[in-house]
């Protein structure tokens, strides 16, 4: 296979050859998703339709699935890309993250009705860990399993703080039944996932790139729950011991300090006594000033009645209303004597309600 390309993110094509011809091949991405894998001078099985061109008679292939040929060419492809993504630091250890204190809920990814599933199941539910199940089926093989295992992810990962752990796994296979699990696309989704990921891809001597890119890694489903179980049971003890410490050290803290903690509680008394007799004592005293003040006050207010009642006497205006009058000359001073005017001057003369203006015919002094 030579001349190995990809268009518009959706297009495969490529080059098949031998000594005597070449054949054009191309196909969707989806049909074939380990092109990755794929590279100049290896050799390949291609399943597919001939399509014959009529304009030209050309001839070529429409491919379904395309395989490295035999365990040794695809055991080259897969050593090759794990070194690409060794590279690029997906194994690092540094970047995995540890597994969960506590497991609360776990996403699932797992083929539905397969031993996988149900051995991971049934030794996760045999101890009571109270620990939550919610799981999204897949295929675990062929073409679509990749497709497939994204959406699971997809899903998981749009509210990532519900769930403590997804577990991806499935029973062991050939070399060719787990290439989906050493898919690049797939080693991607993994390695972008919020989640920590726990897989569990086949037997024992089983290693697959999903097992080196996730973050933690069981040799087998069996194997996945029971390191979970393990986990729990381990926090829980932890919790009971814990919890045991503290009511030891409390129940010695208490027998210990008893006696402290009544002499402190004397104390308290006595303080809080003199607290509330100095607080009685000065609501006394504050008692007696207000009522001096309200006295005060009182008198004050009596002054100020009487102060009004003098000023008022004062007011002009209370006496014109006696009848009296008020005499001003042109220049409105008031007039107390017959000397301030003279003959012919004009005076006015101010009643409560009113006024006359006059002219000095005559005055006596």
Not at 32 to 43: A, H, S
Not at 208 to 234: E, G
Not at 235 to 260: K, N, P, W
Not at 263 to 279: C, D, I, K
Request: charged letters at 25%; hydrophobic letters at 40%.
């Amino acid at each position: 296979m030579a001349e190995i390309k990809t268009s518009q993110g959706k297009w495969f094509f490529a080059t098949l050859k031998d000594d005597q011809a070449s054949v054009p091949v191309f196909s969707y991405l989806d049909k074939v998703p380990n092109w990755q894998m794929l590279q100049d001078g290896l050799k390949v099985r291609i399943e597919g339709q001939p399509k014959i061109y009529q304009k030209t008679g050309r001839f070529s292939l429409f491919a379904q699935s395309i395989t490295p040929a035999g365990r040794g060419a695809l055991r080259e492809a897969l050593e090759n890309l794990k070194k690409e993504l060794e590279q690029l630091g997906y194994f690092d250890l540094t970047r995995k993250r540890p597994f969960p204190l506590f497991v609360k809920r776990i996403g699932l990814i797992s083929a539905p009705d397969s031993r996988a599933y149900s051995d991971f199941v049934t030794i996760l539910n045999s101890l009571p860990s109270g620990i939550k199940i919610d799981f999204y089926p897949v295929l675990v093989q062929g073409n679509q399993a990749i497709d497939k295992i994204r959406l699971a992810f997809d899903f998981f990962n749009r509210n990532p703080g519900r769930y403590d752990l997804l577990v991806l796994t499935r029973g062991g296979g050939s070399l060719e039944d787990l290439l989906p699990f050493n898919n690049r696309a797939l080693a991607e989704v993994v390695y972008g996932s919020q989640i920590p990921v726990l897989a569990a891809i086949g037997h024992e001597k089983d290693e697959c790139l999903i097992d080196l890119v996730a973050d933690i890694r069981a040799a087998t489903p069996t194997a996945a729950a029971q390191m979970i179980n393990s986990c729990q049971q381990q926090f829980l003890l932890d919790i009971d011991q814990l919890a045991e410490e503290i009511i030891s050290s409390y129940r010695e803290s208490v027998l210990a300090g008893s006696d402290q903690l009544n002499g402190l509680v004397n104390n308290l008394f006595v303080y809080y006594q003199r607290q509330f007799q100095r607080a009685s004592l000065l609501f006394t005293l504050l008692e007696e000033a207000a009522n001096r003040l309200l006295g005060q006050v009182a008198f004050e207010k009596e002054n100020l009645a009487n102060l009004k009642k003098l000023l008022a006497s004062f007011d002009y205006r209370s006496v014109l209303r006696r009848g009296f009058t008020l005499t001003l000359n042109d220049r409105g001073k008031i007039i107390t004597a017959s000397r301030q005017v003279l003959l012919g001057d004009e005076i006015t003369t101010r009643f409560y309600r009113g006024r006359i203006i006059s002219l000095i015919k005559q005055k006596d002094d």
